[in-house]
């Protein structure tokens, strides 16, 4: 059953240009629509979402999706909006690049049931890599004059800009190779729409034409908005850089958290375009979070949605697990659930000592460990002061200056948390 895919981008806000005609051509039978992912890297990142959601979306209204690999167009390098160009990839690490991003939009799309608008995912660079230079300019640029291609904001921007080095050749190329790419699917897949961001319209439109000139048919093209945040800063990066979907990238615990942060008006903007909650379902969750915002609740239903969708359920609930960690009632036993890899993004930045490892086995004396051994507390008096006044805790436990620690509390074999207070964290790691 084929249903209505541009109304429900358009309530979702993901709408920022379409052909004339996109939308009846799409409710009259199943189509086929790809979107192209740069390979260049072997994970994508949260700034890839709104072309993977479009996509999504797309097979959930009973359409056929198709996602392109740029092996040919990653070597070349996009000029829209970037002010260099790419570095040239191998062939293998190209094909590795292709995997890893096949895997994580499994997260998303179907690529294996079998059914008609089964995903599939194709490489460019596997028609570009046996098309000559000379059947290219015979066969493809021919149709286009430079004046079409001068035309395009993402040439005229290029172009305008600061860069002293100018615009290459093959960057202004750029537009007739992805182009052609629109051109073979629409011949050889049944292809009859482009998507992705409205930087892309340009490109988009200029496989229309090679559509129209040379396939004698007719290309659709549809483009999201750019996605910003509230405060005008870019969406998708972090004071780490990119917010990665590979895990080993940006860990489960990073990504829920950077949801987890967005503002109240970002929140309200995101759980729309990265979320498969209906409209109804967020419209009530908008309602609740306005009455009572410092709950946060529409920014934990987001970051719990996207995590669970792209990193499953074991990741999400051990992020919420060390979230609460630092933000919410939590104890010691849910301390030693965290794997070595989030309890030190948990704990980022706070101080850290190292104690011999057979000094705790042999029993370490609490006050000892609270400021001779690490320097944690200025001297043995104000660790005795603090302890008498129970406001030491070790792992989430309160401990008096009877305690002494020992290896059973070691947190993966090798930590252990100390706080004063609420706030004031210190790590031993035992060597």
Known sequence: MIKNFVKELQWRGMVHDAMPQTEEHLME?????YVGFDPTADSLHIGNLVPIMLLAH????????????GGATGMIGDPSGKSSERNLLDEKTLRHNQECVRKQLSQFLDFSSGADNEAVMVNNYDWMKHFSFLDFIRDVGKHITVNY????DSVKNRLKGEDVDGMSFTEFTYQLVQGYDFLHLYQNNNCSLQMGGSDQWGN??????????????KGYALTCPLITKSDGSKFGKSEGGNVWLDANRTSPYKFYQYWLNTSDDDAEKYIKIFTFLTQDEINTLVDSHREVPHQRGLQKKLAEEVTLTVH????????????NILFGKSTGVD?????RETFLDVFEGVPQAE????????????VAALAEK??????????RRALKENSISLNKEKVTEAYTIQSSDLINGTFVLLQRGKKTYFIIRAI
């Open 29 to 33: 039978a199943m189509r086929a629509a």
């Open 374 to 383: 690490t320097g944690f507390l200025k001297s043995n008096g104000e660790a």
């Open 355 to 366: 104690v011999a490892k057979t000094e705790i086995e042999a029993g370490l004396d609490m």
């Open 204 to 217: 988009i439109t200029t496989g229309t034409e090679l559509i129209r000139r040379i396939g004698g048919g």
């Open 58 to 69: 797309f097979q959930r209204s009973g359409h056929k999706p198709v996602a392109l690999v």
């Open 149 to 152: 291609m001068m035309a395009k």
């Open 335 to 339: 301390l030693k659930k965290l794997d």
């Open 312 to 323: 499953g359920q074991d990741a999400l609930e051990n992020a919420i697990t060390a979230s």
